[in-house]
């Protein structure tokens, strides 16, 4: 019997220049490198537009006897020295609040309105004798800064009742304290604040470009499987080629198109985050921001990169086979639904399992195929594995891609030929039985 | 010409396709009378309620052009598609090149080139360049492809061009390049003549006289008469799913019935002693009939200083059909199960 290939290799290469050579995939892809581009670069953009300046907070001190160096301690609990900071000598952070001594309430208000100041703070003090603070400015329940003001200002208060209790000296009692950290795995020793910042970006990165993929060559592949056979050319294609190897071909071409797209978009964001170093240097002064590209390294690259092809592949398999029972391509959509829904609850699983990367459901998970290419590479970065368990889900991944295809090969045989026949699911069944 | 037709029973004693394979090594079966290149027994597809095809029963033989003739709707298409296993059979087996249709399609379409109703090509590729891919997925050379292009009159500037651009014709000659440029032993072609005009239908029905002189086999649909009594040996005629009749050419041309109509200056002769005229109605000097069968007596009978105009109506299929419409109840072999 004919075996995959060249067979296969002929249909993929045509899909890949068909696809590649259109104008929507041009076009498509320019857009989305700027936009990965931009999104590099966002960063640096934001400094510029000076979302990263320090908030100026008004202070107004009505209290007839403020405790001593109320502005320096203040300003000391907004600006904590870093801890981590301290402990891997790492960069100094510049100041994050400004603050201002104000000696017209009123007019302070004003500037408060008119966005020269970003808060008012009024000290003074209540009938029982502690210091009272009235906050005037953004009040959004999430606002950082308001929280930030209020521990500052609850820190101030406990320092001015220990000055009134007799204790000398009291900001000596809020210098932080040594804390060390000893993680279970030796080799995750290395990591720091920042660098766990960065892992949980990095993987955050990973599960959106594993979930983009399958979702929108996922539907090229469902999608041009139908045209094909709504335009009635499959009828020669399967004449001249068996159906194993018409399914392996337009996976395989649609992957390849996908991933130059993939790349290039890869591309274009690499070099907005190589300069974005030296552009914030030149624009704003300062350390560029924590990149999520920091924890890029080669097992991770090698990992992601191979679920993320087996991923692609498996659930490609399956779109195809969806594709070829729609008669209509107006139906597509309809019929690719279920598998949309599998997709989508691993994209959130992922993203629940960011926060909690240790748990044993993600565990498990990581060894399930529909569900490895999310979870493996997320775990690499955010959690601890062992190279077997890698190995072991890559086997299980390449397994169910075998089962798949072949399964998917069937309905797929059956599928496309069923001309006329309302695609239920009985058809198909019906014919995908018999070998072909 | 070709071998016997018309013998539906099986030989007597000897072993099923099947059997037959699993029994003997391929070069000892050349021995045994040649196996037929297209079986259909009792072959049955309903849609749902819908029959499509009720239980065609006819033997392609290897070496001969077979005509598929019917209406539009009369299950052309479902036999073609059914043979390529494109559609399973409801009831009854086909076997293609003593493959069966139902479990082993795919070497079937290996093996035979097959051209489609209404053929559809890649928008985006030139003339030439379908036929490169389909070519390469055929996996054979495509060694009669420059003479079938030379015949069909598809210039090289024509092949260089976009499918996109084509005409209807020019799709179709593609269409028929692709099904044959590998030379297959066995070609099932649906409507080859469609869009194809008067002069490119003849240099194809020479495609096919010269493919029978090589020994291929050809089994070609079709709903027009006169196309198919100049190439065919054989023809099936089938009407809504029903084989209405299975005949060498020349017996279905001798049924033929055609319309004539005469004037004479003077009386009427006599016309009874001619052989297959009937339906006569004679007004005036006008005499209308239904002539079936030779021409030869008929014109030899009428051959008269006195007649004054003569006209003989090409025999259409509908009236061939309608013949075999009007047979179809007391064939016994033919009535529905």
Known sequence: ?436 | MTAPHQDSHPDAGAPSPGQAEAALPPDSRAASPPEPAIRTERLTKRYGRVPALNALTLDVQQGEIFGFLGPNGAGKSTTIRTLLGFLHPTDGRASVLGLDVATQSVEIRRRTGYLPGGIALYDSLTGMGALDYLAELQGRPPVRRAELADRLQLSATVLRRRVRDYSRGMRQKIGVIQALQHDPELAILDEPTEGLDPLMQQAFYAILLDLRREGRTVFFSSHILSEVERVCDRVAIIRAGQLMALQHIDELLARRKRKVALRWRGGTPDLSAIPGLADVTVHRDQVRATLQGAMAPFIRAIASPSLEDLTIEPASLEEAFLEFYADGDDNPAEVAG
């Open chain 1, 1 to 436: 019997m004919s075996g995959l290939f060249p067979n296969a290799w002929y249909i993929a290469r045509r899909e890949y220049l068909v696809r590649v050579r259109s104008r929507a995939f041009v076009i498509m892809t320019a857009i989305l490198a700027l936009v990965g581009l931009g999104l590099a670069l966002a960063p640096v953009g934001f400094r510029m537009l000076g979302a990263d300046r320090p908030q100026r907070l008004g202070v107004v001190i009505s209290a007839a006897d403020p405790p001593p160096r109320t502005l320096g301690l203040l300003g000391g609990g907004l600006n904590p020295p870093s801890a981590a900071g301290q402990a891997d000598g790492g960069t100094p952070r510049s100041a994050n609040y400004e603050l201002v001594p104000v000696s017209d309430p009123i007019a302070a208000r004003r500037d408060v309105q008119d966005g020269r100041l970003n808060g008012l703070l009024t000290i003074g003090r209540s009938s029982s004798g502690d210091l009272a603070f009235d906050y005037f400015g953004d009040s959004s329940p999430t606002s950082r800064s308001l929280a930030a003001v209020q521990a500052a200002s609850q820190q101030l208060a406990i320092s001015d009742r220990l000055t009134r209790a007799g204790v000398r000296d009291p900001s000596a009692i809020f210098t932080p304290v040594g804390f060390r950290v000893e993680p279970l795995d030796p080799n995750a020793g290395r990591r720091d604040t920042a660098a766990s910042v960065a892992a949980y970006l990095l993987a955050t990165v990973l599960v959106v470009l594993t979930f983009m993929a399958i979702m929108t060559y996922g539907n090229w592949v469902a999608g041009s499987v139908a045209e094909e056979k709504s335009s009635r050319v499959m009828e020669l294609l399967i004449t001249a080629a068996s159906p194993r190897q018409l399914l392996a071909g337009k996976v395989i071409g649609t992957c390849a198109a996908g991933l130059t797209q993939y790349l290039a978009i890869l591309g274009a964001a690499l070099v907005g985050v190589i300069l974005s170093g030296p552009l914030s240097r030149a624009i704003v002064g300062g350390s560029g921001a924590s990149s999520p590209f920091a924890g890029v390294t080669i097992p991770v690259l090698i990992v992601f990169g191979l679920f993320f092809l087996g991923g692609f592949v498996l659930y490609a398999a399956v779109y195809a086979a969806l594709g070829s029972m729609v008669s209509r391509q107006e139906d597509v959509q309809q019929m690719v639904g279920p598998m949309t829904l599998v997709g989508v609850v691993g994209y959130f699983a992922a993203f629940t399992a960011l926060s909690t990367p240790d748990s044993g459901w993600v565990h498990v998970l990581s060894f399930v195929p529909f569900f490895a290419p999310y979870f493996m590479p997320l775990r690499l970065v955010l959690s601890t594995v062992t190279p077997l368990e890698v190995v072991f889900s890559a086997l299980l991944l390449v397994a169910g891609i075998v089962i798949v295809h072949s399964l998917a090969a069937r309905i797929y045989s059956a599928g496309v030929l069923l001309y006329g026949q309302r695609p239920g699911i009985r058809a198909v069944w019906r014919a995908a039985r018999v070998r072909r």
